[in-house]
């Protein structure tokens, strides 16, 4: 709080200090946006610049020639340089060409593609993280020839830490950015990220229809670009310029609390005028104008908001509700319909019992990534989508069971991710999932053996497998299963919960499992492959604690301070390299897209879920 303060002071003292060297060039990318032309205005007119290199994917139109011809009568150099930051070898080719010197950069490429996390394909998702974070990580690498960089700038938006239904990706790609961040002030290298609200009139924000709008993001005012360009410039002319901020408004209605109504409820309200005021409350339409025909989707409402209401209507009219009747779509007089269908039963249930007591402080939130999964875990049609199971064959007689228990028993000791389950929702915070001791998952989680006739047999069952959808409650992360065929071919099959596993974490587990069956000693290099996204071994470095702690102030924080310029120190620090082979490091998604496969030489073949098998990658 007291660095806080002390950066507010500063920024009141100056608030038009010159940020740029006058024989500095300064690079924007997503020049030609919204934001990107106020910025290049801002930095020209009071920020000292005389010199800009200006990266746009498209060509100028006319009307971009005018607004350039303008700028220039302001005595500034300027360079285009059109590359599309998602190509990343044409870009480079394109950065590359480019001599000038760069003593700051400032990314502002990205695109938005909103949509609910079912219909998220790898089109996309390549098409909102590719210019945003690909395209970062391109300018970082770039960057490192440029010994006299000064500012490296990262525009991030409050997306990556408010809820803000249908942008997974996008929140991602924002998310991706400080992680780059983090990791280049690890290496000594500046790096200043800030999480804007949004801006007045300009850019991508525009076009945001209000019932589109989370809650929290309700309560944040557009703001005006000439005091979002300022808060930067003074933050970029102070000490205090790397790290992560949050610069934003506040509407000026914005209460601190986000309370929920409460009413009360009649014995016989089976939640119905209820239900109406805590939609109203998430959306901010009128309670009593609320269009029946609706569906919650198009009365804005996103599973948060759902898994809220649910929450309170539990708490409110004292009995449990299904989480499917909720989710299972229609319109709102459908819900109502459901609602008043449901029996006066059971007062609120306590979730599944755990394989292991667990105490409320072992219950780890999960990430808006993992929510959302399992969000779509919860809808009926939503089968076993998110369950995913992967397979390998490993030929020749010699396999050794004893050292596949063994290297799966380390594993599961090394690996928080292997001994969590997912825990019920049942709770106000919502879903968790929670780590149990290495004991007690492995008991629970012993490798199953099965005698198989063939490899067609093998195909068989290994079908059935893909097929089948485990619990989300009672299983952990992965089941490891090796159906053995007369031959002695054995395959070996992974089953994961992708609520709480990647698919790069499944192959590292399964590496090192087939390693293991071919009498290999563990790897002692991490490799790219052992870089897999943990999300559990990166939050045992956080402290459960910790991240609880993020998760539930970073948002009343910030809604509760005045905005113009609010320093993010999280409770928590990450950490980017692995120290030792086997350890984890939460990996930016992109990325995955570079991991190779490892070099061993192992027969080994790989199967993926459509129960091909593909070449051999290993
Ligand atoms: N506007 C807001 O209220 C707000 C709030 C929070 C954060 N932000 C962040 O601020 C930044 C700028 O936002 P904005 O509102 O100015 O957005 P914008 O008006 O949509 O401009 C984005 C720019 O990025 C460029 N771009 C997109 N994909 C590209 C690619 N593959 N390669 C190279 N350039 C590409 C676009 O070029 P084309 O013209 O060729 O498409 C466009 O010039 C974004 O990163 C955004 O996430 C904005």
Known sequence: LAQRRTVRAALAAAPDQPCCRADGTYWISGAFGGIGRHL??????????????????????????????????????LQLLQADLDDAAAASAVLASCSAPMHGLFHLAGSLDDRPIGDIDAAQLQRVLGAKLGGAWLLHRHAARHAELEHFVLFSSLAALLESPGQFSYATANAGLQLLADQRRQQGLPATVIDWGPWDGAGMMRSLAQGKRSRALRQLAPMAPAR????????????????????????????????????????????????????ASETGHAANALDEQATLEQLGLDSVGLIRIRSELQSQLGRSIPVALLLAGGTLAELRQRLAGLQPAAPVQAADAAPAAVTAAQRIPLSPGQFSLWYEQQRQDAGNAYQCAIGWRIDGTGLDIAALQARWDALIAAHELLRATVDGDDQETGPAYVVHAPAAAQAASAIRQQPVQDEAAALAQIADMLAAAPSLHDSFATRVTLLRAHDGTGYLVLSSNHVLMDASAMFYVGQQLAAALCSLPPSDSPG??????????SQRQLGADAVARAASHIAPQLLAQDGSLLRLDLPYERTASPAAAGDSVAMPIWMSAYMRPCSMRLPITACTRSGNWSSNWL
């Open 228 to 279: 979002g360009c300022a808060t930067l410039a003074a933050l970029l002319a102070s000490p205090a310029r790397h790290g992560h901020y949050a610069v934003y408004a506040l509407a000026p209605a914005a209460a601190p609390s986000q309370a929920l109504p409460s009413a009360t409820a009649s014995p016989n309200d089976a939640g119905g005028d209820l239900l109406a005021q805590l939609i």
């Open 528 to 537: 790219a492959v052992a870089q897999y996204r943990d999300f559990a071994a």
């Open 40 to 77: 290049a205005d801002y930095l020209v007119q009071h920020g000292g610049c005389r010199s800009l290199v200006l990266i746009s994917r498209s060509a100028p139109t006319e009307e971009q020639q005018a607004w350039l011809r303008q700028l220039v009568t302001h005595g500034v150099a």
